[in-house]
């Protein structure tokens, strides 16, 4: 008979029922023998049967709670047990760790009529053999049994709480790997942000400034000048790290933006936000110009986190996603059909009722000397607007280099 659960308390409970019983047994045998009882050799076979059979069902692997072969070997050694009873009075001992063993085999609906008809047959024993006949005869049998009722429950109540402890603690864990993974991600994409930015704001336009400087110093030397082969090869080797500090932004930039441009990523953000509950639509207005890799990733990161909660919180069935760019300045709508919100109700540390981030948006804009606004109210949906001022000269043309090269 196995346990449900091995811990050592479980272990314990169990060793002390099988010393109870087999005890309990010893003693019935004992006593009828040093009683001179004429059953006594039958007293002591039944128990010596009722004890293997015991032991035979406790070291099966097939007795089970809830199982046909616990509900036999049950019903064996509940037979064996009337048998004693029939010899010997002191048998009825033998039915408080039977009342254990029924409430842990039987299923509850079972197991208390099972423990009431062993208390009632222990009694009934008392009453045919001729004890005398006190308050202790019922009041045994029956407190013994609802001690048994009561410990078993008890402790079950007990194990389906452990249970679900550990069930959190498990899920804790897991959400705490989780978490410790996303923070991971998020820390390397961020690095990868900030040295993507930073070698394109200060490696690659210093080489782009030395090497229209280069050509700049290039065209007022003579052909045949003695300088003008090393300011050549100095321009050529310029332009050669430009292109190289270029691969380095380009492995750099966030994965959306890495095989397409800004509006090829909010394209497929559109794509992939489109559902049977939401369509989100995607346009550009104006002529889009090379934009700086930090404010692409700020645009792409704003709209990203703008659809998701629009998603997930308002309830919309349309969205639609603008990218537009004018002479000094490029901004990004996200406007919905949701639910709406109101959003002077929003904490300024934290997301509010709307989810769609709001501190964070504008902690983003700023870094870039830009601006958000949301205009929204309850059942008329949202707008997100983020407009970030170009950096000058984004808007303008630059000249081409040698071999068509742009040196900027």
């Known amino acids: 008979m196995e346990s449900r659960v091995h811990p050592p308390v479980a272990a314990a409970l169990r060793l002390c029922l099988h010393a109870l019983l087999l005890g309990l ?7 009828a023998v040093s009683a001179g009882d004429p059953h006594a050799t039958g007293v002591v076979v039944v128990s010596c049967v009722l004890a293997a059979v015991y032991a035979a069902g406790a070291l099966a692997p097939v007795v089970q709670p809830g199982t046909r072969a616990g509900a036999c070997w049950l019903a064996v050694l509940g037979a064996l047990w009337l048998v004693l009873l029939a010899l010997s009075p002191d048998g009825l001992w033998v ?3 039977l009342y254990f063993l029924q409430l842990h ?47 078993v429950l008890g402790y079950d109540a007990l194990f389906r709480e452990s249970e679900r402890r550990r069930e959190l603690i498990e899920e804790l864990v897991s959400t705490r790997a989780e978490l410790a993974a996303a923070e991971r991600t998020a820390g390397t994409l961020a690095e990868r942000e900030r040295l993507a930015r930073e070698i394109h704001d200060t490696l690659a336009q210093g080489l ?58 909010l ?20 002529t889009p110009v090379e934009l700086p890799t930090p404010y692409e990733v700020a645009l792409l990161r704003t709209a990203q986190s703008a659809l998701a909660n629009t998603a997930r919180h308002a309830g919309a069935r349309r969205a639609e996603i603008t ?9 990004l709508d996200v406007v919905d059909d949701g639910r ?32 958000l606004s949301v205009e929204s109210a309850p059942g008329q949906g949202t707008a997100v607007a983020l407009t970030l001022p170009l950096p000058a000269g984004t808007h303008l043309p630059l000249p081409a280099g040698p071999n068509g090269q742009d040196p900027a």
């Open 323 to 331: 990218l537009s760019f004018m002479d000094t300045s490029v901004s």
């Open 25 to 31: 047994l010893a003693l019935a045998a004992v006593k």
């Open 208 to 265: 782009s400034s030395i090497q229209l400087l280069l050509r700049a110093a290039e065209r007022t030397l003579e052909p045949d000048a003695p300088a003008t082969p090393h300011v050549r090869q100095a321009r050529e080797a310029a332009q050669d790290n430009l292109a190289e500090a270029r691969r380095f932004v380009r492995a750099l930039t966030p994965p959306d933006l890495e095989n397409g441009s800004l509006a090829a990523a």
């Open 267 to 286: 394209e497929r953000l559109s794509e992939r936000g489109t559902d049977a509950a939401l369509t989100v639509q995607f346009a550009v207005s104006g």
């Open 105 to 151: 085999l039987l299923p509850v609906r079972w197991g208390l009529p099972a423990v009431a008809v062993t208390a009632a047959a222990a009694i009934t024993s008392f009453l045919v053999h001729g004890q005398p006949v006190t308050p202790g005869t019922f009041i045994g049998p029956v407190l013994g049994a609802a001690v048994a009722v009561a410990t």
């Open 340 to 371: 709406g919100f109101s959003p002077d109700t929003v904490p300024a540390g934290g997301t509010g009722t709307s989810g769609f981030g709001l501190p964070a948006m504008r902690s983003r804009a700023r870094s870039l000397g830009g601006t």
């Open 95 to 97: 039915a408080f760790p």
